[in-house]
């Protein structure tokens, strides 16, 4: 894995094992980072044919590597088999780490259930502004009428980011009800909520 050859180093990604669990995520995520395209490659490759028997490791790689590449990564394994890193993300919205409740409630929100609405739904009361964003656009994601209402509370979060990802998550919803809440949104302290509100509507009507 640390070969100078860059094909020995892919080659050695693809032939990994999915045991100790604990090990190989850490593996693949350093991979991700590698300086060669193939060996990058490879690593996503890897990940991206997570089973049920390998979902540990895939876990702990998207905890683990670079947030530039996490959503590259999630979005490929996310297409290979949806339902198995989202039910490991449901393990997790209640984690001590902010990071980590952030990451599930992302994968949560690449569901296609109730329980993924309401998973996110939950999350807009976390204490972590950055977990209540990404919940914001997962349920923009998700475009669940079922929404709207935890949506519009959520015009009132101290988070200017929050608002205003509201404000988009409301404008994809196909339901009469969002209009008043981007009405009001239009009203809000911050500018950029403002300006994000306008645009909505102008999109929405």
């Known amino acids: 894995l640390h070969d100078v050859d860059a094909g020995v180093r892919a080659t050695a990604i693809q032939e990994l094992p999915g045991d100790p669990a604990d090990r190989v ?10 300086r060669d395209e193939k060996v990058r ?14 979902r540990v490791p895939a876990w702990s790689a998207l905890r683990q590597c ?10 490929a394994v996310i297409e290979t088999d949806d339902s198995v890193i989202v ?23 690449w569901g296609a259930t109730q329980a993924c609405v309401e998973a996110g739904i939950r999350a807009l009361g976390d204490p972590a502004a950055a977990v209540r964003r990404v919940a914001i656009a997962s349920l923009g ?10 949506l519009g509370k959520a015009l009132g979060d ?16 196909d339901d009469e009800g969002v209009l008043s809440y981007l009405v009001d949104a239009l009203k809000d302290p911050e500018q950029s909520v403002r300006e994000t509100a306008s645009h909505v509507l102008t999109e929405w009507s």
């Open 25 to 34: 995520g850490p593996i693949l995520a350093e991979a991700l980072a590698d």
């Open 41 to 54: 490659h490879a690593s996503m490759e890897r990940l991206a044919r997570v089973s049920s028997t390998d």
């Open 66 to 75: 670079r947030r530039e590449e996490r959503h590259a990564l999630l979005e």
């Open 87 to 109: 039910d490991i993300a449901f393990e997790h919205p209640s984690s001590a780490d902010e990071d980590e409740r952030a990451l599930a409630i992302e994968a949560i929100g």
């Open 141 to 150: 994601r998700l475009r669940d009428r079922s929404a709207v209402s935890a």
């Open 158 to 173: 101290p988070d200017a980011e929050v608002r205003s990802g509201a404000v988009r998550a409301l404008g994809v919803i």
